[in-house]
């Protein structure tokens, strides 16, 4: 019994990860991982500078396969963005809509129910979506190459929320 340790009386607290103020730039949208990856060229209003998170794409492990499924509240909303940052998304959209219009037939997008090609911005070469485990897996080599605090994806939401005093936010 010696080298057995008693159980906590309490439970451990974690505390909440959170980009400071040099690191905001990363976390300016607060949206899941899940929903990033559920951003199509139709989410982007570049006039109005907003996003509209309707949607998010995970990978179901006992299905082997990619689902759409609503945020998770179930209930869409409207994300303000940054002109600054909205003028790279549509350049990043824009790219996009290119290399979709040079690979023609070649494009393998996902499709809806009916059949419909969905328009997922994050995609593999060939315009099948990116699971989300790829997009964390590219945020963790940005984190390494720019010698970045090491934070989980989800602690830029939590960043976001601080940043923007939001402290009824959801998680």
């Not at 057995?4 to 690191?23: G, N, Q, V």
């Not at 303000?80 to 790279?88: A, D, F, G, H, Q």
């Amino acid at each position: 019994m010696d080298n057995i340790k008693s159980p906590r009386s309490e439970p451990k607290k974690k505390d909440l990860e959170f980009y400071d103020e040099e690191h905001k730039l990363a976390a300016m949208v607060g949206l899941r991982l899940a929903e990033v990856a559920g951003l199509c060229v139709e989410s982007f209003d570049f006039e109005n500078n907003t996003i509209y998170v309707d949607k998010t794409l995970q990978f179901g492990i006992e299905i082997r396969k990619l689902k759409i499924l609503p945020p998770k509240n179930k209930k869409p909303r409207l994300v303000n963005v940054p002109k600054s940052l909205m003028r790279e998304l549509k350049l990043f959209v824009d790219g996009y809509l290119e290399l979709k219009n040079q690979m023609g037939n070649t494009w393998n997008p996902i499709k809806d129910d009916d059949g419909t090609p969905l328009n997922f911005i994050f995609t593999n070469s060939d315009g099948y979506p990116s699971k989300p485990a790829a997009i964390d897996l590219a945020w963790r080599r940005i984190i390494e190459k720019y010698s970045l605090p090491k934070l989980i994806f989800h602690a830029l939401r939590h960043s976001y929320s601080s940043f923007n005093g939001q402290s009824e936010y959801k998680f």
